[in-house]
């Protein structure tokens, strides 16, 4: 026997007992990791004032230091009328939220995710992208907090299926997850570049075929279902913060078990309604629950305590107006500073096997009967 699979042997012996222990063990869990430090790393493309993007550091009249940035050339786009683009399986199949393989640079693979609950008015890129392809970077080191890890990059190239753009602008937040077992041994990184609702609502539409693995989607081309009949329909509202109209969030309105909730649709969430703990004692009397779990809920990596400790609220009737279902969860997440602007989200947990149509042009979601 040789010393790989005498390994193999003994963690999978002690994966199966752990798993059957009562103890609190994350077996595989996630970590946050910070990035490398691009102000030291070597061999690095900084931008200049000949690349598609450049930025400076700038004083405002206050004395604070902070920057601006300037697009040298605008962002190419090339698709055909209707673009399509297959599903990362492996990514979906493990999170369940839409995501499409992406190529950047010398054809390399990620995963893209098409996320209506990010609102950058960029790509979300992370350290390893900029470094396997040379992506011009500018790390934003005069910022403070969180901002003060992050990077603005130019993404000379992404293509999602028969869909290119060329020379747009990314941001880096500076770190990455870290998949370990047992906290000790890593297993993998995360790879995902995210695709924000900024970007996706310039087109008219992106339509989800679950059952297919794929994702259609247009600039030119209205959405036009073959039978409305054959159709659910929610009405949808994007609205932008007040003191930055480039941070959008997309809103649905339809009843919950005959209650108005209005959750924020986020198409880069895996499960299905989010919502803290003082939105669930409002209208916890308006379900059955059946069963209950305890789990850690993995938030955006960049924001605070991102691992809250949640339940997992199992109800009997689960009404999404006139889509009924039963036996679904419901993630009750303690309060937090995080959630700015909903304390109810909607991810695409219950959409699973459907055909799902993020209607930008006529402000509506589609859900196939």
Not at 338 to 361: H, P, R, S
């Given at each position: 026997m040789n010393k790989k699979y005498a390994l193999y042997i003994l963690l999978s012996a002690l994966i199966a007992i752990l798993s059957?222990?009562?103890?609190?063990?994350?077996i595989i869990d996630n970590t946050v990791i910070p990035d490398i430090d691009f102000?030291?790393?070597?061999?690095?493309?900084?931008?200049d004032h000949h690349g598609p993007i450049f930025i400076q550091e700038i004083v405002t009249d206050d004395g604070y230091d902070t920057y601006e940035y300037s697009s040298n050339r605008v962002p190419i786009v090339d698709m055909p009328d209707i673009a399509t683009a297959d599903f990362h399986l492996s990514e979906y199949n493990r999170n369940n939220y839409m995501v499409v393989k992406g190529k950047m640079g010398d054809d390399r693979t990620y995963p893209v995710i098409l996320d209506t609950g990010a609102n950058l008015e960029a790509l979300i890129v992370q350290d390893i992208h900029i470094r396997q392809n040379n992506l011009p970077v500018y790390p934003l080191t005069n910022s403070s907090g969180p901002e003060s890890k992050m990077s603005l990059c130019a993404v000379e190239k992404l293509q999602l299926g028969d869909f290119k753009i060329n020379d747009c602008t990314g941001v880096s937040w500076g770190q990455h997850i870290e998949l370990k077992?047992?906290?000790?041994?890593?297993?993998?990184?995360?790879?995902?570049?995210?695709?924000?609702?900024?970007?996706?609502?310039?087109?008219k539409y992106f339509e989800f075929d679950i059952p297919a693995r794929q994702v259609r989607f247009s600039i030119k081309k209205s959405f036009e279902p073959e039978n409305e009949e054959n159709w659910h329909r929610f009405p949808m509202t994007i609205e932008c913060m007040e003191n930055d109209p480039t941070k959008q969030f997309l809103f649905l309105d339809l009843e919950i078990n005959g209650k108005c909730i209005r959750p924020m649709l986020d198409t880069g969430a895996g499960l299905g309604l989010m919502m803290n703990n003082r939105l669930w004692q409002q209208v916890k009397d308006n379900f059955e629950p059946i069963g209950r779990r305890k789990f850690n809920f993995i938030l955006?990596?960049?924001?605070?305590?991102?691992?809250?400790?949640?339940?997992?609220?199992?109800?009997?009737?689960?009404?999404?107006?006139?889509?009924?279902?039963?036996?679904?969860?419901?993630?009750?997440?303690?309060?937090?500073?995080?959630?700015?602007?909903?304390?109810?989200?909607?991810?695409?947990?219950?959409?699973?096997?459907?055909?799902?149509?993020?209607?930008?042009?006529?402000k509506t979601l589609w859900v196939k009967k």
């Open positions: 059957g222990c009562d103890m609190n063990i994350a102000t030291a790393a070597s061999n690095l493309k900084l931008m077992l047992l906290g000790l041994i890593p297993l993998g990184r995360s790879t995902d570049i995210c695709f924000p609702l900024p970007m996706m609502s310039k087109f955006p990596f960049h924001f605070e305590g991102n691992k809250p400790r949640c339940t997992a609220v199992k109800v009997k009737n689960l009404n999404l107006g006139d889509i009924k279902m039963t036996g679904k969860e419901i993630t009750v997440l303690p309060e937090t500073k995080n959630w700015k602007k909903a304390d109810c989200i909607i991810g695409m947990g219950y959409f699973q096997e459907k055909t799902v149509t993020l209607d930008f042009e006529n």
